[in-house]
Each structure stands twice: as structure tokens, then as C-alpha cells.
């Protein structure tokens, strides 16, 4: 990582999730994005992380890691959870949820391991 | 409304769940984060309340401080259910972040939104 990069890694149970709502929230408001922006952030990953999460008892780690590049800033989070619902037949798909905040979201399956990525563009 | 009965509380690390009585309504309050860790309790709750006999109910999303896609799961779960059984769901919610997951996910064409919980339950 580098001086413009930040990791975050926590275990792979939804308690933590308010822990990687901070981080992310703390990386958006030193990026400069305004309110609304820093909250769509928050939401978007919180949502990736809980969509990493795995099933109760699993001993997995979920990373977020963001860097900011000359025009943008990037999160990911990469965990061992599969996106499946959370057991809420009503509850919005969550990488839809993140896509509708942030239009070039991806989500992506590799080694048992699935990894969103977004990116905000910085202003000026 | 403050007048209304405080019936029972209970406290989680992240999440309060308080109901009431205001007129012919069931006010239940929620101060605090809604998302996968929690929304389980808010679940079981809403649940409690509809099986106890509520049918007209609101819940009061004013100091809901961040909601995510469970929560959204649980409020839908709770409008069907509660129409199932004739019943009526509202949610006062009038913070940004809130206002806004309802929005862009376009329930707040399916809920019945109240930006005051005067107003919520008046009718």
C-alpha cells in the first residue's frame, strides 16, 4: 500500500460492518466529497461488505481496501461471501443497490472469493 | 405522541426498539444503525407486533441514522404482511440518507412515507 492507500480488515460477521462504515466514511470525508456523497459511500460499503460476509460460524476476513488515484478515488472489498440474499426474500439485491450509487460498480468471482470495486470521481 | 404508552425496550449494541401506543396506532421507534447485524432484531420486533394483533403501524425512522438493504428487506416484509391482514405500514422518516435509500431503490413510491409523526397519525 501506498501512502495514498488504506486497508482495512475485519472478520467476516456482520457485527463488524459498522466498523467498515467508519473507515470508509473517514477515507470519503479526507477525499473532500461532500455529505451526500460520503453517506453513498458508507452505504455502498457496507452493502459490499455484508454481501462478503459468510454464513454464521464461517472464520473468514473481509478487506476493504481504498487508494486514491490522480482523478478518482477507489474501494474495494474482497471476502469469501457469495452476494446471496440474507435469507429477506424482500430485500433489494445489494450489488444493484451499490450500482444505483455507483453507475461502474463490478462485481467479480474468483478462487471462491468475490471482490466489488467502485469508483468516485474526485472534483476539479 | 408523547404521551403515548411505553409498552417494552429492549437495547442491542447498535440498535433501539421502542413501541407505543398514539390513537389507533402502534408507533415503534428506532434509533440507531439497520443493517445485517441488526435487522434480525427489527425483524423479530415488527413480527412480534403484527402477531400480537397490530395492524395499523408506525415505524418511526427519524433517528435511524443509516439503513441498508436488510433493513429495506424487513420494512417490505412488514408492508406485506401487514396488507395481508388489512393492515396499514407507515414510516416517518424526513433524515437524507435514510430518504435516500428509499428513494433510489423506489420504495418511496411503495411506502407511505411521513416526514413527521404527527402527520403519520393523524388519520
Known amino acids: 500500500m501506498t501512502a495514498d492507500s488504506f486497508l482495512?480488515?475485519?472478520?467476516?460477521?456482520?457485527?463488524?460492518?459498522?466498523?467498515?462504515?467508519?473507515?470508509?466514511?473517514?477515507?470519503?470525508?479526507?477525499?473532500?466529497?461532500?455529505?451526500?456523497?460520503?453517506e453513498d459511500v458508507k452505504l455502498a460499503v457496507s452493502e459490499a461488505c455484508a454481501g462478503s460476509v459468510g454464513p454464521p460460524g464461517s472464520d473468514g476476513r473481509v478487506v476493504v481496501r481504498s487508494w486514491l488515484e490522480p482523478r478518482i478515488v477507489a474501494f474495494e472489498v474482497e471476502g469469501t461471501g457469495d452476494f446471496a440474499p440474507d435469507g429477506s426474500q424482500d430485500a433489494p439485491?445489494?450489488?444493484?443497490?451499490?450500482k444505483?450509487?455507483?453507475?461502474?460498480?463490478?462485481?467479480?468471482?474468483?478462487?471462491?472469493?468475490?471482490?466489488?470495486?467502485f469508483t468516485i470521481p474526485l472534483r476539479g | 405522541m408523547d404521551g403515548?404508552?411505553?409498552?417494552?425496550?429492549?437495547?442491542?449494541?447498535?440498535?433501539?426498539?421502542?413501541?407505543?401506543?398514539?390513537?389507533?396506532?402502534t408507533?415503534?421507534?428506532?434509533?440507531?444503525?439497520?443493517?445485517?447485524?441488526?435487522?434480525?432484531?427489527?425483524?423479530?420486533?415488527?413480527?412480534?407486533l403484527i402477531d400480537?394483533?397490530?395492524?395499523?403501524l408506525v415505524v418511526n425512522l427519524e433517528e435511524v441514522g443509516f439503513l441498508d438493504s436488510s433493513g429495506l428487506g424487513v420494512l417490505i416484509g412488514a408492508l406485506r404482511r401487514l396488507k395481508e391482514h388489512d393492515?396499514?405500514?407507515?414510516?416517518?422518516?424526513?433524515?437524507g440518507s435514510t430518504l435516500k435509500v428509499l428513494t433510489v431503490t423506489g420504495l418511496d413510491k411503495v411506502f407511505q412515507i411521513h416526514t413527521d409523526l404527527g402527520s403519520a397519525t393523524a388519520s
Open chain 2, 87 to 95: 393492515g396499514v405500514l407507515r414510516l416517518v422518516c424526513n433524515e
Open chain 2, 27 to 48: 408507533v415503534l421507534d428506532i434509533v440507531g444503525e439497520v443493517d445485517l447485524y441488526t435487522a434480525p432484531a427489527l425483524r423479530e420486533r415488527i413480527a412480534s
Open chain 2, 4 to 25: 403515548g404508552r411505553r409498552s417494552r425496550q429492549e437495547t442491542t449494541i447498535e440498535l433501539q426498539l421502542t413501541h407505543r401506543t398514539a390513537g389507533d396506532w
Open chain 1, 93 to 98: 439485491a445489494r450489488i444493484d443497490l451499490i
Open chain 1, 8 to 38: 482495512l480488515e475485519i472478520p467476516a460477521v456482520a457485527v463488524y460492518l459498522g466498523t467498515a462504515r467508519s473507515f470508509s466514511s473517514q477515507i470519503a470525508q479526507q477525499a473532500g466529497f461532500d455529505e451526500a456523497t460520503v
Open chain 2, 52 to 56: 400480537g394483533g397490530v395492524r395499523r
Open chain 1, 100 to 117: 444505483t450509487l455507483f453507475p461502474d460498480a463490478s462485481l467479480a468471482r474468483h478462487n471462491g472469493r468475490t471482490t466489488v470495486r
